[in-house]
C-alpha cells in the first residue's frame, strides 16, 4: 500500500516536472506539444476509488496549469479522463477491467494500446476545444488533436517500453 503511494507520487512530481521543465518549451512546427502527463492518468491503478482518482486528476491538472498559466484547462482535461476512465477501461479490457483483474504491463498490446490511444486523444480533443473555445476553428481544433495525440503517445509508448516494471 504505501509503496504504491509512494512510486505514485514520485511518478506524479517527476511528470509534472518533465511536463512543465522540458516538454513545454517544445513547439514542434509551431503547435505540436506533447503531453507526457498523462502518462499518470494512464498508470494509475485501476482498483483505487473514482472520488480519489478524481481528486488526484484534478491536482495534476492544476499542476500543469499552475505553471502554465493557462487558466484550468488541464485541470478540466484531466478531471474528464478520470470521471470515463471507467468507461474506456470497460471498453479496452472488457470483461476483465470488471472483476478488477486488470494491469496493464499484463494485458496484450492491442487492448493497452486501444485504452492509451482513447485517453490521449479525448484528452487532447477537450483540452482544445477548452483552449479555442470557438467551434469555427474546429479545423484547427481537429488539426492540433490529431497531431499532438500522435507525438504523446508515442512518447508513452516509448515510456512505458523504457521503464518497463520487472517481472518476477
Keep these: 500500500m504505501t509503496n504504491t503511494i509512494i512510486s505514485n507520487s514520485i511518478r506524479f512530481v517527476v511528470l509534472v516536472l518533465l511536463q512543465v521543465l522540458l516538454l513545454n518549451n517544445i513547439n514542434f512546427l509551431g503547435f505540436i506539444n506533447p503531453y507526457l502527463y498523462i ?6 491503478p485501476f482498483n ?5 482518482f ?5 491536482l495534476l491538472g492544476l499542476s500543469i496549469d499552475t505553471f ?5 484547462i488541464h485541470a478540466a482535461a484531466s ?3 478520470a470521471y470515463i476512465r471507467p468507461i474506456i477501461l470497460r471498453f479496452s479490457f472488457g470483461i476483465s477491467y470488471d472483476y478488477q483483474t486488470v ?3 499484463n494485458t496484450p498490446y492491442g487492448a493497452r494500446l486501444s485504452y492509451i490511444i482513447l485517453v490521449v486523444v479525448l484528452h487532447n480533443l477537450l483540452l482544445f476545444i477548452l483552449e479555442m473555445f470557438n467551434f469555427s476553428h474546429i479545423y484547427l481544433i ?3 488533436t490529431v497531431f ?3 507525438f504523446t503517445i508515442l512518447l508513452v509508448l516509448i515510456s512505458l517500453t523504457l521503464f518497463k516494471p520487472k517481472r518476477r
Design 54 to 58: 478524481m481528486l488526484v486528476a484534478f
Design 48 to 52: 483505487t476509488p473514482q472520488g480519489l
Design 148 to 150: 499532438t495525440s500522435i
Design 79 to 81: 478531471v474528464f479522463i
Design 39 to 44: 502518462l499518470f492518468l494512464i498508470l494509475y
Design 103 to 105: 494491469k496493464l504491463s
Design 68 to 72: 502554465e498559466d493557462s487558466g484550468g
Design 142 to 144: 481537429l488539426k492540433k
